[in-house]
């Protein structure tokens, strides 16, 4: 394993792989450095050569912390005893090696507005005679449900949308001409509810962690959004990173979230710092353009599972929910092209000169991340990347 590798013992997180003419189909296996665990073949467990991540996350947590617990054994006892080491090299595949797939079946999907400085730079772009913030907003977690059809893993082309536009003289038709990216934190739920999660249980629902594009269609947000939420201007395609990093290795990565004024409702009370320190980095065409703090998003996961629950919804496994973009408050930290170019009136300038708006066709995004782990670790999330391969805007 290499030395102070973001995917050491500290981490460990979770993947779907497969391996090109090898019988063993599509399993879950971990991440160790430049390598990847064969779980299946490693614990003998069958559960882990399902093709999803999804049975194993449904056993709960008492079993999420048993399997970590046998792979730190495995990993750890392989670096002093030669058998043991044979038993995990005999397990481990090449990172370059594997094809790496959806880590988990989607349920459904929900995504919020949770970072402050997103929702008033939002609203101060569409509303810049109004106040940047709605009523609601520091009373609640605002969000909407998503299409988790169109969930697609790390590396998959996402085509132009279509829609109607506001014209001059009325909508127009065609492809978006204001595509954009989000970056988001994304979290998927292990053991699925009946009702209500108290924010206090969020750690016994939620499996891990993971990164999240939501891509967007400003133009087509615009127009369909009066009155109802983002419908076709989201729902054409979401990409998740590969790997899923579980909640025992983000201890460290724990912190309190902003002050809150005024206080949440007894249901959305803290309990416990949910916020995480997660340092994010969005690349255009391997150019850095943001470096977002996620520990400055104003709503935790565990107000939004809270709050998401707390009319009778039920959760179930696989069901996964976005943090909306994440943001700071300077104009590096802006986790979307909106915002980076202030909805087009100042567009942005790239490091190579090219000088950007909106997303161009043949653009690629990629969205990466880390955080703090043990032992003075940083915790690795792999990375959620997507190209634009559609034809010219119309």
Not at 236 to 247: E, I, K, M, Y
Not at 268 to 280: I, K, R, S, V
């Amino acid at each position: 394993m290499p030395p102070r590798t973001p995917y050491g013992l500290a981490n460990l997180p979770y993947g779907v792989f497969s391996v090109d003419g090898e019988n063993d189909g599509t399993r879950v296996g971990v991440r160790i450095g430049d390598s990847v665990l064969d779980l299946a073949r490693a614990l003998g467990d069958e559960v882990f050569g399902e093709p999803s991540l999804n049975a194993f996350m449904a056993q709960g947590r008492t079993r999420w912390t048993e399997a970590r617990a046998s792979i730190t054994e495995l990993l750890t006892a392989g670096q002093q005893d030669e058998r043991h080491r044979g038993a995990a090299e005999a397990a481990l595949r090449p990172l370059s090696a594997v094809r790496l797939h959806l880590p988990f079946t989607p349920g459904d999907y929900v995504d919020f507005f949770g970072n402050e400085y997103h929702a008033a730079n939002a609203g101060r772009i569409f509303r810049p005679d109004g106040e940047p913030l709605t009523p609601n907003w520091k009373h609640m977690p605002i969000g909407y449900h998503g299409r988790s059809g169109t969930i697609v893993p790390s590396g998959t082309p996402v085509t132009r949308p279509r829609g109607q536009r506001r014209g001059a003289d009325g909508p127009t038709f065609g492809p978006s001409r204001r595509l954009d990216f989000e970056a988001e934190v994304g979290f998927v739920v292990g053991v699925g509810s009946s009702g209500p999660v108290p924010v206090g249980d969020f750690a016994e629902h939620v499996f891990g962690v993971f990164l999240l594009n939501d891509w967007s269609s400003r133009d087509l947000q615009a127009w369909e959004s009066q009155p109802l939420g983002p419908f076709l201007a989201k729902s054409f395609a979401t990409s998740v990173s590969p790997w899923v990093v579980p909640l025992d290795a983000l201890e460290h990565a724990r912190v309190s979230p902003p002050p809150r004024d005024p206080e949440p409702l007894p249901y959305l009370a803290d309990a416990g710092p949910w916020g995480l320190d997660l340092a994010l980095e969005v690349r255009l065409n391997g150019l850095v353009v943001a470096r977002p703090p996620y520990a400055t998003t104003y709503w935790t996961a565990a107000q939004m599972l809270a709050h998401m629950t707390v009319n009778g919804a039920s959760t179930r496994t696989g069901d996964l929910f976005g943090s909306g973009t994440v943001s700071g408050p300077d104009r590096d930290q802006r986790g979307c092209l909106l915002e980076l170019s202030w909805g087009g009136a100042e567009p942005l300038t790239l490091p190579d000169g090219s000088v950007r708006s909106f997303l161009e066709d043949g653009d690629e995004v990629t969205i990466s991340a880390t955080a703090p782990g043990a032992g003075g670790a940083r915790i690795g999330f792999g990375e959620v990347t997507g190209p634009y391969p559609a034809g010219p805007v119309e």
